[in-house]
């Protein structure tokens, strides 16, 4: 019988759920990560950790007698937002900031006091430490090294997915967290990517959920177990709003 797999990043840990193609349930594992705290209020995860939790927790399912190659597609959901800053190579350029993060404050506090009308109209939030849009100000008044040097930015399961497959994209549930997209639009907000530190150039280009990002390639089959070519659907993570 074919397997479905969901593949879930939560703030903690990955899981991972087989399904039978009746629905049936098949098996599940999942593996913890670190998150780190080197400041009060500071809260970031190292990306790779997400991709070797990952491996990891496919071990557990395949030992748990879960035939890995029997898995025809799998989909993948995750907290959102997160964003991952990437160089030319896609390599990270540092921690990831996590949207429990409290360290930009400051930057909300000034962004409340002067585009709050702004901000809401479009992004129909306000600004927060949990958003992008203030985490990306803050590294740029603190690293601006780390902005300069980002060529690619992803969200934590659309960087997994560029990893099983070699394909970057996002979809819009993931973007509405970042403080920097216009909901009427439906696209990024060009004055608060800029505000952000970052260019439109920087940025993903959106595909919908349900949609076949990629396929696994040769060498995450190698690493995962999962079978080369294999579809990977979008997936998302949970509504900003």
Same mark, same amino acid.
């Given at each position: 019988?074919?397997?479905?797999?969901?593949?879930?990043?939560? !703030?903690?840990?990955?899981?991972? !759920?087989?399904?039978?193609?009746?629905?049936? *349930?098949?098996?599940?594992?999942?593996?913890?990560?670190? !998150?780190?705290?080197?400041?009060?209020?500071?809260?970031?995860?190292?990306?790779?950790?997400?991709?070797?939790?990952?491996?990891?927790? /496919?071990?557990? /399912?395949?030992?748990?007698?879960?035939?890995?190659?029997?898995?025809?597609?799998?989909?993948?959901?995750?907290?959102?937002?997160?964003?991952?800053?990437?160089?030319?190579?896609?390599?990270?350029?540092?921690?990831?900031?996590?949207?429990?993060?409290?360290?930009?404050?400051?930057?909300?506090?000034?962004?409340?006091?002067?585009?709050?009308?702004?901000?809401?109209?479009?992004?129909?939030?306000?600004?927060?430490?949990?958003?992008?849009?203030?985490?990306?100000?803050?590294?740029?008044?603190?690293?601006?090294?780390?902005?300069?040097?980002?060529?690619?930015?992803?969200?934590?399961?659309?960087?997994?997915?560029?990893?099983?497959?070699?394909?970057?994209?996002?979809?819009?549930?993931?973007?509405?967290?970042?403080? *920097? *997209?216009?909901?009427?639009?439906?696209?990024?907000?060009?004055?608060?990517?800029?505000?952000?530190?970052? !260019?439109?150039?920087? /940025?993903?280009?959106?595909?919908?959920?349900?949609?076949?990002?990629?396929?696994?390639?040769?060498?995450?089959?190698?690493?995962?177990?999962?079978?080369?070519?294999?579809?990977?659907?979008?997936?998302?993570?949970?509504?900003?709003?």
């Amino acid at each position: 019988m074919k397997i479905l797999l969901g593949i879930d990043y939560g !703030t903690g840990g990955c899981k991972v !759920t087989a399904l039978g193609e009746d629905g049936s *349930f098949a098996g599940e594992a999942s593996v913890e990560y670190t !998150t780190y705290h080197d400041h009060p209020g500071w809260s970031e995860q190292e990306p790779q950790d997400w991709w070797t939790s990952l491996c990891a927790a /496919l071990k557990k /399912l395949s030992d748990k007698g879960v035939n890995l190659k029997d898995v025809a597609a799998c989909a993948l959901d995750g907290s959102t937002h997160n964003a991952v800053l990437l160089d030319g190579d896609y390599k990270p350029v540092r921690r990831t900031i996590m949207w429990t993060d409290q360290r930009s404050t400051a930057e909300c506090e000034m962004l409340r006091s002067n585009y709050a009308d702004r901000i809401f109209s479009s992004c129909y939030q306000m600004p927060a430490p949990t958003w992008t849009l203030p985490q990306m100000m803050w590294l740029k008044a603190h690293e601006p090294e780390a902005l300069e040097r980002t060529r690619h930015v992803l969200f934590v399961k659309d960087y997994v997915r560029y990893l099983l497959t070699g394909a970057a994209a996002t979809d819009r549930i993931e973007a509405q967290g970042t403080l *920097f *997209f216009d909901m009427k639009a439906g696209d990024w907000d060009r004055e608060l990517v800029e505000m952000a530190g970052l !260019t439109l150039e920087k /940025l993903p280009s959106f595909i919908a959920p349900t949609d076949v990002a990629g396929y696994v390639t040769a060498e995450a089959a190698a690493a995962t177990g999962l079978p080369e070519g294999m579809p990977v659907v979008c997936g998302s993570s949970d509504s900003a709003v």
